[in-house]
């Protein structure tokens, strides 16, 4: 099993319909984060969480919202999908403990891949 | 004006050749420097990490970074048609760890 899952991996949807996406992931780690992707744009921050108490917005965050459920959980949702919501959408984590070989790199789920009609 | 700025490609390398890739960035306390190979409707997977000025090494690829200057590279030797990929120049933000700004990708495209 992958290390951070995300579901659903594809959606197509009409404008107007909320959407969520999950993520988990057993690695352990404290942050998770949510990207998008679009072509020529590469990956844009939507939100991202240092622990569960602790959720901020990334450089793209208006239409989304975000719950952290538990250190393994962290959601996206669209309260209402518009068609240029249409993207990649990825969910990461990483470790934080500076030093000791840990390099703050991050771990990417498999995609969910969002259509807004 | 994008913080991390690479050239979108494609680049055409024959097999067997040096692949040079180049990423600019523009926040001066970024720390942590990353490279990640992304294939097409795939997630992207980290192959190279550097903290320090100057070249990395680790198999085919090299890494080198200038601080000064505000650039990030990557050489692939000896190119394989297996290296076509997107390659993905990250740049941790305000030196928060962790939290990475990517940049556009460079497409490379490994002849035979």
């Known amino acids: 099993d992958a290390d951070v899952t995300q579901t659903p991996r594809n959606r197509i949807t009409k404008t107007g319909k909320r959407i969520m996406l999950e993520c988990s992931q057993t690695k352990g780690h404290d942050r998770m984060y949510w990207y998008r992707q679009d072509p020529g744009l590469g990956l844009r921050l939507i939100y991202y969480s240092f622990d569960v108490k602790d959720i901020n917005k990334g450089e793209i965050s208006d239409g989304y919202s975000v719950s952290r459920q538990a250190q393994a959980k962290f959601s996206l949702s669209l309260e209402s999908a518009i068609p240029n919501q249409t993207a990649l959408y990825f969910c990461a984590t990483s470790d934080f403990l500076p030093g000791a070989g840990i390099t703050g790199e991050l771990f990417f789920g498999e995609g969910s891949r969002l259509t807004v009609l | 004006q994008k913080e991390v700025e690479q050239n979108s490609g494609p680049l055409s390398v024959p097999e067997g050749a040096i692949a040079s890739l180049n990423c600019t960035y523009s926040?001066?306390?970024?720390?942590?420097f990353f490279w990640y190979r992304q294939y097409s409707g795939k997630s992207p997977e980290l192959i190279m990490f550097?903290?320090?000025?100057g070249d990395k090494e680790d198999g085919r690829f090299t890494a080198q970074l200038n601080k000064a200057s505000q650039y990030v590279s990557l050489l692939i030797r000896d190119s394989q048609p297996s290296d076509s990929a997107t390659y993905l120049c990250?740049?941790?933000?305000?030196?928060?760890?962790?939290?990475?700004?990517f940049g556009a990708g460079t497409q490379v495209v490994v002849t035979p």
């Open positions: 990250a740049v941790n933000i305000g030196g928060s760890w962790g939290k990475l700004q």
């Open positions: 550097i903290y320090s000025n």
């Open positions: 926040d001066r306390g970024s720390q942590s």
